[in-house]
Nanobody
């Protein structure tokens, strides 16, 4: 059974940091480019960061220099380190392989507010 479980979200103030984690199961994790997405109420789900199996990363312009994606293939985990958080980063965050053909997890809520 394919499953993605995100965790690590929370309520933080602007300028603070969070580290999101995603545990994948049911796939040959090391073969997939893994993505982090985010979605705010009433908006589409947007790509935040992507990391290939060769550890090549790309980022949305809005998070470049602040967010870092990483992975641990031995543990089938992908992470998103988020620094200098801004109110506009408030969203529900999801991980999923770049193929877009797998079910979504529940996500983890990140709220940035003073």
């Amino acid at each position: 059974q394919v499953q993605f479980v995100e965790s690590g979200g929370g309520l933080v103030q602007p300028g603070e940091s969070l580290r999101l984690s995603c545990a994948a199961s049911g796939i040959n994790f090391r073969l997939y480019t893994m993505n982090w997405y985010r979605q705010s109420p009433g908006k589409q789900r947007d790509l935040v960061a992507s990391l290939t199996y060769e550890y090549n990363a790309i980022y949305a312009d809005s998070v470049k220099g602040r967010f870092t994606i990483s992975r641990d293939n031995a543990k089938s985990m992908v992470y998103l380190q988020m620094n200098d958080l801004k109110p506009e980063d408030t969203a529900r965050y999801y991980c999923n392989p770049a193929t877009g053909s797998f079910p979504w997890g529940q996500g983890t809520q990140v709220t940035v507010s003073s």
